[in-house]
Structures are given as C-alpha cells and as structure tokens.
C-alpha cells in the first residue's frame, strides 16, 4: 500500500508541485525590460503568446495553451503575436495577419501548423499562401491583396518593434501583463508554462488590488 502511495504521489507530476510553489523572479519568469503595450485594454490582465508557425515547440504548446485558454476569467485577455526572428518567420507572421484581416484566422490558425508540421508545406510564397486561404471562404485575390497591403505591414512593424523591446530571442513565451515573460526554460516545460502565467495573473490581481487600496488611502487622507 505505501508503495502504491508513493507511486500515486509520483504521478502528480512535478508540474503540481511546482505550480503550488511562490514564483521567482529570473527562475520562473523574466521580466521584460522595457515597457511594451500588447493591449489598449487596461481593465484587464493580458496574456499574449509570441509564437512562430515553423516551430516545432509552439505546435506542441497548441494543445495544453487551448485548453487553459478556454477556461480563462473575464477579467483576462488572451491574444497571439507572431516572431518576427528571421525571414521565414517574417513569411508566416504576414500570413497570421493577413488572415486575421480577411477574418478567418480562427479557421485558419490550427490548420495552418497542421500543415507545415503533419503535411511538410512551407508555406512561404504568397502565392502559396494566398491558394490555402482560399479554402477559407477568400478569393485568391483578396488573400493577395491583405498579404501585400498596408495592414498587414503596419501589423508586422509593431510586432518586431515588440520583439526589440521585450528583447526576446526565443519561442513559444507567454507575456504578463506586458512584462512578464513566461518560456518553457523558466517554467520546467511547455505543459507548465499555462501553469507559471496562471500563477502571475495572480500577481498581477493582487498588484491591482494593493494600488487601488492605496490610491484609496491616499484620497482620504488628503481630504
């Protein structure tokens, strides 16, 4: 029986001893340099994943994220930045936004890695790209057009401006409220990376919660 006990024990894994243990700056997580505004929503704790299609570890991330994703409060805002750390990435962060310009980048998303990671396409020519959108419902030449257009290109600019900042030379990570940075180094494994954000979000809560009593005692003992 204590042998069995100690197996069930084992079985928990290590990712729940180490979700229940208080987080550390520069273990757990890093935090970013300099400020970066990944949401205009200030109401809000956002959680954004930098990612890049091609990368074998962000597709393995794609499960476990969904999952923790769907079960996420409303004061939590969840979104997606492609990298911008090469020129293939560069390829397939116009191709996330152009899909999400032409609207169909929830269609697209999951098929998209599908396609380079269980179908070996590459998807890097827009003409490429533009002919895998048009199972989306587009015309080829409105996929070209978003891929070539203004958007898309503004888009981009941010996103590598973005990547400067945050000074980040790795993918997947997971962003905090702007400055929190979460990767698969600093959580013990790609499962647990949802675990260590989870966790800052709470932080974060409480962070809030202490300005706002703050501010409070403030305004009182001034009147």
Known sequence: MLKSFLVG????????????????????YTVSPNPVELSTDSTKINVTEIFWYGCPHCYDLEEPLNAWVAELPDDVDFERMPATLGDTWVKHATAFYAAKQLGILDKVHADFFDALHQQGQKLTEPDDIAEFFSNYGVSKEDALSALNGFGVKSEL??????????????VPALIVDNRY???????????????VAEAL???????????????????????
Request: cysteine-free; proline content about 4%.
């Open 157 to 170: 600019n941010r996103a590598s401006a973005t990547m400067r900042n945050l000074e980040l030379m790795g």
């Open 9 to 28: 024990l084992a079985g928990l894994g290590l990712s729940t001893l180490v979700s229940a243990a208080p987080l550390t700056e520069g273990k757990d």
């Open 181 to 195: 940075i979460v990767s698969p180094s600093s959580a013990g494994s790609l499962e647990n990376m949802p675990k």
């Open 201 to 223: 979000i709470d932080q974060v809560r409480e962070e809030r919660a202490a300005g706002t009593d703050n501010s409070e005692q403030e305004e009182a003992n001034q009147e």
